[in-house]
């Protein structure tokens, strides 16, 4: 039976580094059994305030498609953590 596990990781749970080895350990053990695991992750803390508070410091209306691809960066810092962590388990 193919069974597919999706967890969801919010800024809260990702604060700070010392999070991800917590965050870590969890996928690790819920995904026992599960075919295919999927974890989505949103960026750490309030990254996403400040990124999005940097863009506003340059342009009064951010572009959407360059403010969206600035706060994308946010994900992409917890996703390389994320898999860092889970390497060391």
Avoid: C, W, Y
């Avoid at 990254?47 to 360059?66: I, S």
Wanted: proline share 4%.
């Amino acid at each position: 039976e193919h069974h597919t596990l999706i967890m969801k990781f919010g800024g809260a749970a990702l604060k700070t580094p010392g999070h991800f080895a917590k965050v870590a350990d969890l996928i690790l053990q819920k995904s026992k059994g599960a075919s295919q695991v999927v974890v989505v992750v949103s960026a750490m803390g309030r990254m996403t305030d400040e990124l999005l508070a940097l863009a506003n410091q340059v342009h009064p209306n951010p572009p959407n498609r360059e403010r969206d691809v600035l706060v994308s960066v946010g994900e992409q810092i917890s996703m390389a953590l994320l898999a860092m962590a889970v390497q060391l388990k």
